[in-house]
């Protein structure tokens, strides 16, 4: 298994000993569904263990609402892979966009919107405790 994908959006990394998916997306990308479907549908080049995901999202990347209207995680394995899954928003109308979006289309596993990498990364290490 690869260690560092690089997608359109993204730069995705496995890290904690293949425990932690890491994605930060890139500044200046505005974010849209190929483009997300990309870095979730890869994922598993990462590895196809169960762990856990860390997304962030910089400033001004979550404006399109577009990206609000498709499940993004029920067209893949995420269901199966992931134990716990933790994103992190640079700016309020990505915080409200991400947390509109997971209470209408609420994962099978716990997920929280965060805007403290370190709060962040202490709840996904208590998850996969």
């Avoid at 359109?8 to 569904?33: C, N, S």
């Avoid at 499940?71 to 409200?96: C, E, K, M, P, Y």
Wanted: aromatic share 8%; with cysteine; glycine share 6%.
């Amino acid at each position: 298994m690869l260690s560092h994908i690089a997608t359109q959006l993204a730069d995705m990394f496995l890290t904690m000993d293949g425990r932690l998916i890491e994605v930060p997306y890139k500044e200046g990308q505005d974010l849209d569904i190929s483009g997300l479907m990309e870095a979730k549908l890869r994922r598993e080049e990462l590895t196809t263990e169960r762990c856990a995901m860390l997304a962030t999202f910089q400033p001004g990347t979550l404006a399109d609402l577009k990206v609000m209207e498709v499940g993004h995680f029920g067209r893949t394995n995420a269901n199966a892979q992931l134990v716990a899954l933790a994103v992190i928003t640079q700016d309020d109308l990505g915080t409200s966009m991400a947390e509109i979006y997971y209470t209408y289309d609420p994962q099978t596993f716990p997920t929280q919107v965060f805007r403290n990498e370190d709060e962040a990364r202490v709840w996904i290490a208590e998850r996969l405790a």
